[in-house]
Each structure stands twice: as structure tokens, then as C-alpha cells.
């Protein structure tokens, strides 16, 4: 499909389309700083006006994973007043995740690895195949914790079916998918001009001069950067500011790892099986029926963590388990930075 | 770089729905430990030595539990529960013609093929007789395979002691060198006394034509490599089944990762190679 772009004004009728035949989900602000009113939040929600959706936005406490990857998800359910025949509960409805920042994109790739690989996961992936991923590129870094351009999610090969490149009063709209190029129909798009394709080359060299690396190695060498730091001492050192609050697992988009609960219908008829968010920096993650625990220091929680995300999941499957965003930093109150200690590691044996 | 085919994906079998079982027999083999001998309900159970299965009690949630019996023992399968927890305090009460619900099996295998022509040394401590169990029904029920066969059982207590009756008929073979020692004896005991590792001194082994075979609490595994280990026996014929909360079983959830391995996928079943590979085996 040749480029093309859509006038900043003609976005809002794009989205409204969309919403016809499907749930779009997008970037919102969800509150303004009280005492300086430049200082926007934004989160990521259900649209419901098409003039809500803000492609300016930063950054976000949760990305867009919960849309596929919900807290809680029902996976059987079964009855208790009758013989149980559990059956699976598998929903999903068409989607548009409109906005995806290149590192959200990545992650999602990620996810898809994870639910697909081996034995395949449907209750993740029916939502999946019935979402389409609108991305959005970044011009310049939303934050001084990220470092996306290290961990190869800067510029994602997939995770994506339409890419937008906001560059003034047009957007440049590429479609990467047979889905992407379905989506882009009932856009009001005209082919790109000229000066269309020479902006989309500044806005492509401004991107490249504004982000910078970070750690002191090249990506491919992390996972034995890790190894060598096994025994270090570093593990213990930042677990000391640790609280094993898990809310790194919580505001990390690739992060997947599950807890499952049966609950009970009030009136005894039948119950439903329900996995949940689990985090392994929890102390009784790694723990089995007696009381023995797997992982009973704080610092071994913590360098499990450290090492998943950038050694495991890696060596894997070949998709980063971080993707950079820094969103468990800036949720972090003790403010251990994934990063910072990628680069702290680098001198370690 | 793994490709995925989310539109296949999205069509496939949910691994996370039970199939129903009942319950043949059962038993209560000590105070804690419960025995189930299950068929399912529609096809037969489908397992090797050394794999588990995710137990479901409708009503309360699942467990993951190693099969105890062998399949060379018909399609029904079994299993020894010890109530620690919600599900397995409930399945106290399970008995005769009761339904469960089964996922599974999970997991790998011990390495019956390899093992054949060869020594088999088992050493099973505590609840760890379960799973070493079923590779001794199979390899008993397959005698003819399998060269010198010696049994190692311990237990804190002689009321602790698991498949008793079995203890009795394996110590009565000939063909089967079978030693049971507690760590605590009562006025009835008239066996061996002390821990595991102290049968060691009483068995003869041929340690490089030797599969020690050994499942029981960390510390007396530690303790019982190490013995295998001064006998010459080579840490890649020191078979052992971790212990870990495999929620899922199908390498999702992330409860039983040991660094970057999935127990519930490329174990229960290491060799002591690869366990003192991991560190954070043992």
C-alpha cells in the first residue's frame, strides 16, 4: 500500500468509524495537576467520545495489557448442584487498541510469544486475534526512566497492524497488516505528497538524534551480563530498599505470570475458576504446600525478576522480557530502577 | 525468534478445563496421607513414570500431585495425597465412587528406556516414595529389563511409612534388595534406625553401571547425592523429581520457574547435573 496520510482534523470522524464496529480503547486524560496545569496524567481506557482520545499523550501508569491481558480473566466454569461438566470460558469481542506506543507494540509481541508458545493459551489469544493494534510512533523519550532504544523496542517489527507518525497538522498512516489495511478504509486518508514523505524523513532523523542509549552494552550481551553477575552482591544490595510490593510486576506490560482462585456462586449452584495477576516478588510466590520457599530472600525475588526480564524470556524465545518503558521505576517506591541496575551489573563478576 | 499463530492459537483445546474422574478406592495410609486409585471417565489416562497430574475438587480448587502407580498397572492411575492445603484437606473426605476432576499428565518422565540393562538404585524419603513408586512398579513389573535392583526407604516414623504392604512384598523378593530405615522408632519397630543416608554402609553397588534414583525433602537429597556421589555413581545417573507449585502445568503461571526453566514443562524430572546447574534447585 502506498504512504498516506489523514489530516489531524479529520482523526476524530476516523475514530468514530471504528467505534461503529468495535470497542476502541485509547490514551485519555485522566486528570490535571492541581497547582500546575501543564502537568497532564493520562490512562488508558474504553472510548466513549472520539474527541477524548489524546495522541499527545506520555506516559501511562498501566499500558494498554489489561485489554488483552485482563487482572482478572474467567477460565472454566462449572456447575455444583449437577455433575460439574466444567467447560472453558473463552471471550473476546473486536477491538482496536488505538495509540500503542512502539514499546506497548513490543510488549505485546512479547505476550503473544508467551500465551502462544508450546501449548497455546486461548483465553488470552481469542482476545487477541480479535484485536487490531493501531501504534503511534514517539518523536522524542517520554521519560528519563526508559530506555527502549537498548532494548530493541524503539523500533518494533511487530505487535502492530496500522503505525501512525504524528507530524503536525497531518498523520502519516502506515498499514502493516491485511487487518491494518481493513481499518485504514474508513479513514478519510489521501496518498502522501512529497512533502508528506520529506516530513516523514525529519520526523524519522529528529527521532534517531533524540534518543540516546543508556547501558554500556549491547542487548545481545545482557543475558550474559546477568550470568556473570549471579552471585554478586548488587542483589542484595538493592533488595535492601526492596519491599516486595510487587508493583513492578503490577505496571510492566510484558509481565504475565498468574494465580488462580475458584470462587463460588452465592448460592452454591456452581463455581467458576479465575486466574488473577500474580506477582514473584511476593513472598510466597515460589512457595510449595509444607512451607518450603523456593525463594524466601528478598533478594532472590528481585534478581529472579531482574534475570526473567532480561535473560529468560530472551534467551527463550528471542523477544526482550523488557521492553524499556520504565514504568516499573516510576511506580517504584523505593525506586529500584531496572535499568540503573542493568548498567550497574555491566562491572560485576 | 518463536513465531506464533495467534489465529490457530485462538481455536485450540483450553488446557486449563479438568476432565472427569472417579474414584475406584481409597485409603487412608497414614494420618496425613491419603491413597486414590482414580479412573476417568471418558479416555484413559495416558501417562508415563514420573509425571503428575492437576487434581480439581469442584467447589474448592486444584492441586498438582505425582501419580504414584505405574502404567504398566492398567488404566487406572494412582495417587498418594498428603492433606497440607484447601484441596487436599477436602480430598480427606473423598472416597469410593466419588468425582474429581484431572488435567494432565504434566511434565517429563524418569528415564525408564535409558535405564534398561542397568542398576537402579531408589532412595525415597518421606513423600517422596510416591513418585519414585511409579518407576518402581515399572521397572518391577518389567524386571527382565533392568539388572541389580536396590530399594532405600526412610521415614521420620514407622506410622509415616508409606505402602507398607508393598515394603513387605518388595523386602520379600529375591530378585530386590529392599531396606526400610525411621528415623524415630516405636517399641514395635525391630528395623533400621537412623537416616537415609546410613543404609548407604549396607549395600553393595556397581556405581558405573549405576541409576540412583532419588526423591525426598531438600535436605536429604542433599545429603543423599553426596553419598551417591562418594559411591562413584555419576551426576548424570542421579535422577531426581523437584518439588515445586505447579499451578498451571502447561509453563504459564511462573510459580514452579526455577531461572529460566519451567518445572512443570522440562521437569519434575532432572538429572543432579542439571539441578547443580540451576542453583536454585535444591
Known sequence: ?349 | MTQIDIHKGAEAESPYVPKMARILSAEQMTETERFFRIEMEEAPLAYQPGQFVGVTVFGVGEAPISICSSPTQGDAFELTVRSVGLVTNKLKEFGEGDRLGIRGPFGNTFPYEEMKGKDVLFVAGGLGLAPTRSLIRYVLDNRGDYHKVTILVGARDPSLLLFRDELEAWTGRDDVETLVTVDRPDKAWSGNVGVITRLFAKIQLDAAATYAVIVGPPVMFKFTVLEALAEGVPENRIICSLERHMKCGVGKCGHCQIRGVYVCREGPVFTYEQVKRLREGI
Open chain 1, 1 to 349: 500500500m502506498l504512504p498516506q496520510v489523514l489530516k489531524r482534523n479529520d482523526l476524530a470522524a476516523w475514530v468514530e468509524a471504528l467505534m461503529a464496529d468495535r470497542t476502541v480503547a485509547g490514551p485519555v486524560l485522566k486528570e490535571t495537576n492541581v497547582s500546575d496545569p501543564s502537568d497532564e496524567k493520562f490512562e488508558w481506557t474504553v472510548l466513549e467520545d472520539a474527541g477524548d482520545l489524546r495522541l499527545d499523550y506520555n506516559l501511562t501508569v498501566l499500558g494498554p495489557k489489561s485489554f488483552l491481558w485482563p487482572p482478572r480473566q474467567q477460565l472454566v466454569a462449572y456447575r455444583l448442584d449437577d455433575g460439574p461438566d466444567p467447560q472453558p470460558l473463552i471471550e473476546h469481542e473486536p477491538t482496536v487498541l488505538l495509540g500503542v506506543h512502539p514499546c506497548d507494540a513490543t510488549a505485546i509481541a512479547t505476550l503473544d510469544t508467551a500465551f502462544g508458545k508450546d501449548i497455546p493459551d486461548p483465553h488470552y489469544l481469542a482476545r487477541r486475534a480479535d484485536t487490531a493494534i493501531v501504534g503511534l510512533d514517539c518523536a522524542a523519550p517520554c521519560h528519563e526512566s526508559s530506555f527502549c532504544l537498548d532494548m530493541g523496542s524503539l523500533y518494533p517489527d511487530s505487535g502492530f497492524d496500522v503505525m501512525l507518525t504524528p507530524m503536525g497538522e497531518v498523520i502519516f498512516v502506515e498499514a502493516a497488516t491485511d487487518l491494518g489495511r481493513a481499518l485504514v478504509k474508513s479513514a478519510a486518508v489521501r496518498p502522501a505528497t512529497k512533502d508528506d514523505m520529506e516530513a516523514r524523513q525529519k520526523f524519522a532523523e529528529e527521532k534517531r538524534s533524540n534518543f540516546h542509549y543508556k547501558l554500556p552494552y549491547e542487548l545481545k550481551y545482557l543475558p550474559e551480563v546477568l550470568e556473570q553477575s549471579y552471585d554478586s552482591l548488587v542483589w542484595e544490595a538493592i533488595a535492601r530498599r526492596c519491599f516486595s510490593c510487587g508493583s513492578c510486576n503490577t505496571t510492566c506490560p510484558t509481565c504475565y505470570c498468574w494465580d488462580v482462585t475458584d470462587d463460588i456462586a452465592d448460592d452454591l449452584s456452581g463455581g467458576v475458576r479465575t486466574r488473577r495477576y500474580d506477582s514473584c516478588q511476593l513472598d510466597t510466590f515460589a512457595e510449595v504446600a509444607g512451607g518450603e520457599n523456593f525463594r524466601e530472600e528478598r533478594s532472590s525475588r528481585l534478581r529472579h525478576r531482574m534475570f526473567r526480564k532480561g535473560k529468560y524470556i530472551l534467551e527463550q524465545t528471542g523477544r526482550v522480557g523488557c521492553v524499556g518503558c520504565g514504568r516499573c521505576e516510576r511506580a517504584c517506591v523505593a525506586k529500584i530502577s531496572i535499568k540503573d541496575t542493568y548498567v550497574q551489573i555491566a562491572g560485576t563478576r
